[in-house]
């Protein structure tokens, strides 16, 4: 426990001195934050596109679709903001910075998520509120206690998926330098797939998703169950409360992966 | 029981090369092989080898980065890579190619970043950064971003990062590259007066061999992965460097001087440098000899580099 509130206050002073250090210059931050902003919305806007074709995507209408994004891009935009910064982790490993975090007295997890912390990823978080703001007053949900939970616990369940198929798949960077793009498909690729009800995609990728990567408790299955809809692919309804059940075990399996793949380091390294 | 134990340690890497366009190759490089010696509290140990020796194969074992594929080693009686947090909480490292500040914060929140991590009381860090302010010169620079920093300015601010927590090991790696003389000399004395008045035990790879001959009493010195010597300065000054070189300015520049003992090994103008083994003669024999056959203008004697003591090694032990 006194461990635990060690770690928070010293990612408190990080994220701190991090701020102070961004905020330095101000213009810069200002423009990369509204460039974030309006990049992320552009994923928005394909979708409104393709509602100016049709009335229906896969039995959704565009202010469910809506929802559905507004909780991926949330969870997806809050872990960028928290983890973004593991794109560069192939690189720590190559220049053999990884090394400084095997000497310092906290967990080497933590240390690579500790990492950075770019503010100005905040753009797309005000883009996904946005989206969710639209999406509540245009639908007219019926809510309940527990409707009201499971939307609450969609985004944190969500960070917490994202987050630890992050760290799973940057793993690969401990066997070979070149797995940056391999890791890219399953975190942007998935980010981008989570956006969209996964009843339209095919049945390998929707099982994919579904078990592998499981993107599909992100939003898919908590949005069914906050609208009250019948699942289209005809689904166990447990699923759609299970999301933060799977992100604790998709957070356990990274864990160990990550373990795993450290100690691999180790016996190799150069 | 000794501070850090090594024994029988080996270390392989297996390294895949390309042969023809689709084949590769597996080798084995042992980096490391047989490497055994233990090192008491309170030493100053210069370790030093060419590069690819397996100099930075080893710190990486003794600070827990790697494990090695045989042999046993401790370090504080804790097995590095297996009480790695608890070993770094009592060690400092320092990697003079590495960057272990955080780049684009300035050095004094890095410092304090460090004294969360390591949980150094505030008041003791009151202290410590206080010295050390003081002994790095870091005063001119504390506030600057470490990305702004030059090479030496950073190198400071490293070593003060890693002794912040007061630790009992120093692991350093060039703890002097890229300082100017007065900086060096200040780093020195640093190192010197932790070991003299804390009892701290450092283990440093230079290949700055002043450092070797101002701050170490014991010297490893490793190539191709193998220990080749273990002992101190002077006794392998002794043994290897028992050639001097006595330089003498003549009146006039002439062809080399030929005297009992000694052998002209450079002429350049009236200066020339005479080799001579000092079991054969000595220095104040030498001059007298030269004195009968030029008029001597000044004289001095150079004691042997170690650097060149360190190449006779390398030359004898090679097969």
């Known amino acids: 426990m006194a461990e635990l509130r060690q770690s928070l206050s010293l990612y408190r002073f990080l994220i701190a001195a991090r701020v102070r250090a961004q905020l330095q210059y101000r213009t810069s931050f200002a423009i990369e934050t509204v460039a974030a902003f309006l990049i992320s919305f552009l994923d928005f806007v394909a979708i409104l596109i393709i509602f100016s074709n049709v009335t229906q995507l896969g039995a959704w209408s565009v202010a469910e679709v809506a929802l559905l994004y507004a909780v991926a891009t949330l969870a997806f935009a809050f872990t960028d903001l928290v983890i973004g910064h593991l794109d560069g982790f192939p690189g720590l490993i190559r220049d053999g910075n990884f090394d400084l975090m095997l000497v310092r007295p906290k967990g080497t997890l933590f240390q690579v998520v500790t990492g950075d912390f770019q503010l100005r990823r905040l753009g797309r978080v005000a883009q996904a509120l946005l989206v969710l703001a639209y999406a509540l007053s245009a639908l007219s949900i019926d ?9 609450a616990l969609a985004v944190p369940s969500g960070v917490l998926i994202y987050g630890s198929v992050w ?35 095919d049945r390998w990728l929707r099982t994919f998703l579904g078990y592998v990567v499981p993107m599909a408790f992100i939003a898919y299955f908590p949005a069914l169950h906050v609208l009250g809809k019948t699942d289209p692919l005809g689904l166990p309804a447990v699923l759609q409360v299970a999301s933060p059940a799977v992100a604790l075990a998709a957070a356990f399996i990274a864990s160990v992966v990550w373990r795993f793949a450290v100690r691999h380091y180790q016996s190799a390294g150069g | ?12 890497f297996v390294v895949h090369r390309a042969r023809g366009r689709f084949r590769r190759e597996r080798i084995t490089v042992h980096a490391v092989q047989d490497l055994t010696f233990s090192v008491e509290r309170g030493t100053i140990l210069g370790y030093i080898g060419p590069n690819g020796a397996g100099k930075s194969t080893t710190v990486k074992m003794l600070t827990g980065i790697l494990v ?26 320092m990697f003079g190619q590495r960057v272990q500040l955080w780049w684009d914060l300035p050095l004094v929140d890095s410092l304090e970043l460090l004294r969360h991590m390591y949980r150094v009381p505030a008041d003791r860090y009151r202290d410590t950064l206080a010295a050390l302010r003081e002994a790095l010169d870091l005063d001119p620079f504390i506030r600057t971003p470490v990305r702004q920093l030059s090479l030496g300015q950073r190198i400071r601010g490293e070593l003060a990062a890693a002794m912040l927590h007061d630790p009992e090991i120093l692991f350093l790696d060039e703890p002097t590259i890229g300082l100017d003389v007065v900086a060096k000399q200040r780093v020195r004395e640093l190192l010197l007066r932790a070991n003299r008045e804390r009892g701290v035990t450092v283990m440093l790879t230079t290949h700055d061999l002043a450092d070797i001959e101002r701050l170490c009493s014991r010297i490893l010195i490793i190539d191709h992965g193998r220990l080749i010597y273990d002992g101190d300065v002077n006794a392998l000054k002794e043994r290897y460097g028992t050639e001097r070189v006595l330089v003498v300015d003549l009146e006039e520049p002439q062809g080399p001087l030929v005297v009992e003992g000694g052998r002209v090994i450079k002429v350049e103008g009236p200066r ?21 056959r030029a008029s001597l203008r000044d004289l001095t004697v150079e004691e042997p580099e170690i650097d060149d003591v360190v190449r006779r090694i390398y030359l004898e032990t090679r097969p």
Do not use: H
């Open chain 1, 143 to 151: 809510w309940t206690p527990d409707r009201a939970l499971v939307l």
């Open chain 1, 167 to 201: 760290v799973a798949v940057i793993c690969v960077a401990f066997w070979t330098v070149e797995g940056r793009e391999a890791a890219n498909a399953f975190t942007y690729g998935g980010a981008f797939l989570a956006q969209y009800p996964i009843n339209i995609f």
């Open chain 2, 1 to 12: 029981m000794a501070l850090i134990e090594v024994e029988g340690v080996a270390k392989d």
């Open chain 2, 68 to 93: 090695p594929t045989a042999g046993r080693v401790s370090v504080g009686g804790l097995v590095p890579w297996d009480e790695r947090i608890a070993l770094a909480r009592r060690m400092g490292v």
């Open chain 2, 272 to 292: 020339q440098w005479i080799a001579f083994e000092r079991s054969r003669t000595n220095a104040a024999q030498l001059a007298a000899a030269v004195a009968t």
